[in-house]
Each structure stands twice: as C-alpha cells, then as structure tokens.
C-alpha cells in the first residue's frame, strides 16, 4: 500500500519521529540512501592548564591566585598612556608585565598566532600563579611566544570578557 505525501509544514507536526520517518521516506524515493547512527556522548572537555578540582569529574575552572579571576580582584599597576601623560589608568599586572616583556623581546612577527610550548608555558603558569612573578624575573628567560600565548589565556579565562 503506497501512501500519498502531501506537503506538510515540520512546525505544525507534533511528531518528530513521525517527520523524521516522512523526511526519509522522501529521501528514499528520490534515491537518497541515508543511515542514521546513535548520537555518541559529548566527549569530556578539559580546560588546558586549569586549576585541578577535588571532584573527580568537574569541568569548572578553580580560578588561581591570577588566571581565572576577575580584574577587581587582581594587582594592579598604574599605567600611563603614552599619548596623554595626563591619563593614568590601572592595568593588571601579569597584562604589564607580558605587555613589556613582549615589547622588549619581540623579533619574530605573528607572535599571537603562535603557539609556543604548552608544557613551557604550564609551568611559567604555575610559576606566575604560585609566586605572582614577572617574565622578567624567571630563568631561564621564557619565550616570548609562550609570554605571548599566557596573555591570551589569561584574557580567555576572565569571567567577565574585556570584549563582549
């Protein structure tokens, strides 16, 4: 028994099993072969260089003493513009810090498409995170595309975005 398929708008369905069975009917009688396979589950994601959790099976960032924190709750310094030595304004310090150390050690161009080494730059991390130190300070002396690349994790992992 062959059933006519009139024209039917998938909004006014109730049924999606049964629009599901009608759009691969149609499928099928203009030749189309399609195989629906089972939806695997969402693969775990894990936040690179996140603060471990004490539950096994948490994905939320822990923020650190810098990373992950928001901008009130940072040190910071108070930073003159260069083109207005009448306007000061106060930027977090590891920003300053990077923002320097790139400017000083810059040699290669396209320094924030980049990505350095991530285990160099797990470790500079930690480093700023436990010791709150500037680039400056560590030896052996970092990279300035790992500099670069810690930059705009730390600018990813702020809870409220600069940008929006």
Do not use: W
Request: overall charge neutral.
């Amino acid at each position: 028994k062959v059933q006519k398929m009139e024209a039917v708008h998938g909004s006014s369905l109730d049924d999606s099993e049964l629009l599901q069975q009608l759009v691969l009917q149609e499928l099928k009688s203009r030749g189309i072969d399609v195989k629906l396979e089972t939806p695997k589950p969402p693969k775990k994601s894990l936040v690179p260089f996140s603060t471990p959790s004490n539950t096994p099976h948490s994905n939320a960032v822990i923020p650190g003493r810098i990373f992950g924190r928001r901008l009130g709750d940072l040190s910071k310094l108070l930073v003159s513009l260069e083109d207005n030595q009448d306007t000061d304004v106060l930027v977090p310090k590891l920003v300053v810090s990077a923002c320097k150390y790139i400017e000083d050690n810059v040699q290669i161009e396209g320094i924030y498409r980049m990505s350095g080494s991530a285990a160099r730059q797990k470790a500079m991390r930690k480093e700023i995170d436990t010791f709150d130190k500037d680039f400056r300070e560590m030896s052996p002396p970092p990279s300035v595309l790992d500099v670069a690349s810690l930059l705009k994790q730390f600018l990813r992992e702020l809870p409220l975005p600069i940008v929006p």
